[in-house]
């Protein structure tokens, strides 16, 4: 990686220490994660040690997203680290074989005409910043598919359970086979 | 990994030992690869050493086939492994910047409205059989975005090289920055 590009691949760590001080962890499909009471976000891939868990992610390209629906999302979404945001959440996610064997015509359909992932997320910005991480392709052995970190105001907490209920009743949450919910907040605040 | 499931990842290693001879290596563009006189493919991503080049890869989900494309491919394809395939061709591709930022409906219209990849395919089957391994999200070095390894019988080289002809003569081919072609022959052929 030349040094003039930002950052693709990122580790969170439950563990000892971090940034953000761990308020919730539960299992909402599948295997939990162990506790832990703080949550490190670190750039790479660091050597393993110390932590209870480590969860790896890769920043990529657009899979579902149309023109239109990524101009709507660049015009209201806002960047990561505000200083209102002293919640976040760490929600990772694994989808079926089921889901992986579709056709991307079908996946498409599913993800978004059926269930309004882009719509229903375009609905919490500028609140909620997000941003997605991909495991599946990291290598054949990872725990999830996706990590979603997202971070937002505390008074926006409710606004952000909102968000994941929507989903999570959605079509393509029939396709979620694992899912890790995980609320943090700053360590400092 | 589970016993029961298929490999997903593969390397590809040009060096003194493999199952298959190199016949040419040409650099169609951006940096060449080194010569060597032996490719191997091995499952899994083995430690280093032994080799003048390594080239990692995992299959995945379709990025783009609809299920009418999908069920084509199906029923005209055959897999790898054919007795009388003692050609085939390993063809690394690196796509632009450009092309990664496209979304996903763009993307789509250059590969298949465009540039009938899909299309192209079918008609060189079942005579070349392919397997598609992605790279860009093993990490964020990764010198290729995807490795293509074709099988094929002697007596297809020429349709072969057709179906390459006109996948370079395409609009997709104008988001490529790096293309390698290699060339080999079964060692025991």
Redesign the interface.
Same mark, same amino acid.
């Given at each position: 990686?030349s040094a003039a590009?930002p *950052? /693709?691949?990122y580790t969170f760590a439950g563990g000892e220490s971090g940034a953000w001080r761990m308020a919730r962890i539960d299992a909402i499909a599948g295997e939990p994660l162990p506790e832990a009471p703080r949550l490190a976000i670190v750039a790479? +891939?660091p050597a393993p040690g110390g932590t209870r868990w480590r969860l790896r992610g890769?920043t +990529?390209?657009? /899979?579902?997203? %149309? !023109?239109a629906?990524?101009a709507d999302l660049v015009a209201k979404q806002e960047g990561l680290g505000r200083t209102a945001s002293k919640c976040a959440a760490l929600i990772p996610i694994r989808k079926t074989a089921a889901w992986? %064997?579709? *056709?991307?015509?079908?996946? !498409?359909r599913i993800f978004e005409e059926s269930s309004k992932h882009v719509r229903i997320g375009l609905k919490y910005l500028p609140a909620v910043a997000r941003r997605l991480h991909?495991c599946?392709?990291?290598?054949? +052995?990872e725990p999830f598919d996706f990590l979603t970190w997202f971070e937002y105001a505390p008074g926006d907490a409710a606004a952000f359970d909102a968000l994941v209920a929507e989903l999570r009743a959605s079509e393509e949450w029939r396709y979620v086979e694992r899912e890790v919910d995980i609320r943090v907040v700053r360590a400092d605040a």
């Open positions: 990686m590009q *950052p /693709r691949l790479g +891939s890769i +990529s390209n657009e /899979r579902y997203v %149309t !023109r629906e990524k992986w %064997t579709l *056709p991307q015509d079908e996946r !498409r991909h599946r392709d990291l290598g054949e +052995s």
